[in-house]
Structure formats: structure tokens, C-alpha cells
């Protein structure tokens, strides 16, 4: 059952530390599990992938099986239905337009006395994107990693998927040939993450690993990250539904639901200050869930992950969210821009009651692959910027050497490393 928990500045009730207790990231018997599932696939890459499909998946196949060809991935697009096919492209098109303008760009700077410095930014040589699909496939989220990476110059795009989940979903598939992908492997979970972050025999390795996962996928980015780059510590997805007195119990109880159903380990939270409305979202909660047909899903994350929070009003709600750092955050409010202003700590922000979660995942165009575990602390959704690296070109003259010796040998002398100060001073003149 969902609970009700009052809160207030300072109080830490067993709910929110519940919630503040992701922050450790997966346990240690799921690390354990991972490090065990990369050891295999470094030790024996395709007959672990192999081996780890049909002990974790339940499948049989060869490694002639992981590979998708292209002329294989358009038979599975076919299947899919005109409708929803113009639903993807729709969501593609709205994709390029929010991040077609984002490039990072470099710069030159002279600084007129013989110095030159410039930053030069590169699209990565290759990316890897992790697409869930064990219970449910997740073309939007193909889209939204494949179509920013490929705008920033990227030129192998490799996608992995669950075994299974591409004959699941043509929808998938036809995701994957939208946004230019067309080196795509079976091959899901921990596993998939350690084949892409050291190579096997039938997929190289790359140099960057994109998007959302569970648990184990997420604990495999953290003990590849080093190997391998990662756009973010994305895991079982997030939510934080803050809603004034004003909003209706049902819209706050589908939102709720909607994040609900992604998976048993999802967190999905509402924030009111009224206590009728947060007994009348409890109840509208299980009045939903009745005909869901993930309800067991749902009901499971509800139960462990989830929580309704009372509060005094509007600024204590916002300090909340700011302690909670979710993924996403709905201000199901009148007027969400004064709170939008303030909530520091979160992914993606949508704002006032005509805007759900949901838009984001299948219409706005943003992106839905956000940090996780509290790290909207410190880190940011994928954009383009996560598919390029800033290299620093410097160079001095002569005469800018000399205008700078001094004070650079004086400062290396500082810190104690006289082979700084000497590698300066052996150009030219000695002053002493």
C-alpha cells in the first residue's frame, strides 16, 4: 500500500530515508553479480554472451545470432503499423529540433602578445546505446540516445537490446533505422555492458555507453566507467508529482502509475500539501491499479519505492525535491514558474497539469535518459554535449615564453617541483 508520511524541514521520516538510501547506488550482492557477469565476458566474450543469454534471459542462441543484419532489422520494422510508425517519426523530428541547435562549439583566443589558445571539439568515434527490452521494449529511448549522438558528428552508432526484444517490438526495430543505427546486437543486461565497454569477438568495443537500464546494467556502467565512458548513472527511473490543492487526486494517481509500471525498482513520489487530497491519491492509486496491465509491476514499485509526502506548503515542497534529487519532477501547479525557479536538484522539470511525464517520453522532443540515484546533484540528461570531447591546444612564442617565465616558475617552485621551474627556464635567458 502506498503510505502517507508528513514531513518537514529536518525531520528524516522512514520513507524519505528509504528514498535518500538509492543514493549508495546497487547493493552489494547485485555488484557482486556484475562483476562476476564482466569477469566471464572479458575471460570468453562471445561464449559468455552465450552462455549469459540463456541463464539470465532464457534463450538459446549461438553468437551467428547476436548480430543483426540490416536486411534482418528492415524484415522486423515491416511488421509494424503505419500509425505508430508516424508516432516515431514524429517523435524523431521533435528530437532533432530540440537538439539540432545544441552542438558544442570551440574557440580561438589570441591573446595579441604570442600566445595562442584554442578548444577543438571532436564527436566521439563510437557510441554504444543500451535499449531496455526485457518486459517492455523502448524505442523512444533508441531515438533519444541515437539521434543527439548522431547530430554531434558520432559515426558508429552500435544499439544493444534483450534477446527477443527486437521480434517483440518492429516498433524497436524501426526506431533503430529512423535514427541511422544499423549495427545492433541481441544481447541484454550486465553482459551487454561489459561487451561493449571490452569488445568480443563479434562486437568491438566502443568508447562511450548511452542509456537507461536496470539495476544490473546500471552497477555494469559503474564498475566499466574507466574502460569505458557513460553518459550517466541512469537506473530504475524516477519520479517526484508536486501538486497543489487545486489538482485532481485521478491526475496525480496516473502519473504516479505511469512511472510505476516501468519496473519493481522505480521510485515514483507525490508531494501535496492538502491531507484529503494525499488520502484521496492513495485511494485513487489502488482504484487504477485495478485494471493496469502491469499492475503487479506498479503495485510492487508503489509498495517498496513509493510514498506520498504532506507538507506546509509550496517552499517546504521545494526543499524536498531538492533533498530527493529525482529524475523527473511534474509542478502540477496553476502557476509551476515561481517553484520551477527555485528546485535545484533534478533532471528534467514539467511544468503545470497539462504536462505529464509522459509527453516527454513520446512527444516534447527533451530527453528521457536523466541521472538517477540522486546524481541530478551533480550531473544532467543527455544532450549532444555527452557525445564530444574538448581537447585544449596551446601555444606560446618566444617572446610570450619570456613574458610568462617568471611568474610560471615562481608558482611551480611553490608546489615544490623544481623540474617545472627548469623545463621553463631552459628556453632562453635565465633571469637570476
Known sequence: MLTITPWHAGSEPAALRRLLARQDGPSPEVTRTVLNIIRRVRESGDVALVELAREHDGVAQDHDDLRVSRDELSELAAGLDPKT????????????????????????????????LE???????????????????????????AIPASIAGVERLVAVSPPGALERSPALAAALQIAGVDEVYRVGGAQAIAALAF????????????????????AAKRLCWGRVGIDSFTGPGEVVVVADPETSPRWIAADLISQA??????????????????????????????????????????????AVFTVLGPDAACRLVDIIAPQMVELLLENPAPMAARIRN???????????????????????VQPTFATARFSSGLSVADFVKRTQLVQFSAARLEAARGSAATLA????????????????AIDT
Not at 533532471?347 to 516534447?364: E, I, K, M, S
Request: proline share 6%; net charge negative; with cysteine.
Open 85 to 116: 510508425l508516424t508516432a516515431l517519426e514524429e517523435l524523431a523530428d521533435a528530437i532533432r529540433r530540440f537538439h539540432q541547435d545544441a552542438p558544442p562549439s570551440g574557440r580561438v583566443l589570441d591573446d595579441g602578445s604570442g600566445g595562442r
Open 119 to 145: 578548444l577543438k571539439v571532436r564527436p566521439l568515434d563510437s557510441v554504444g546505446i543500451y535499449v531496455p527490452g526485457a518486459s517492455a521494449a523502448h524505442p523512444a529511448s533508441a531515438l533519444m540516445c
Open 199 to 218: 569488445g568480443t569477438e563479434t562486437i568491438p568495443a566502443v568508447t562511450k555507453v548511452v542509456g537507461p537500464g536496470n539495476i544490473y546494467v546500471a
Open 261 to 306: 509500471e516501468h519496473d519493481e525498482l522505480v521510485s515514483a513520489v507525490a508531494i501535496v500539501w492538502d491531507p484529503e487530497q494525499a488520502q484521496a491519491v492513495v485511494e485513487e492509486v489502488q482504484l487504477q491499479l485495478a485494471d493496469l496491465p502491469r499492475r503487479a509491476t506498479a503495485a510492487a514499485a508503489l509498495r517498496d519505492r513509493g
Open 346 to 368: 533534478a533532471g528534467t522539470l514539467f511544468l503545470g497539469r497539462y504536462t505529464p511525464q509522459a509527453v516527454g517520453d513520446y512527444a516534447a522532443g527533451t530527453n528521457h
Open 413 to 428: 617552485r611553490e608546489e615544490g617541483l623544481e623540474g617545472h621551474a627548469r623545463s621553463l627556464e631552459v628556453r632562453g
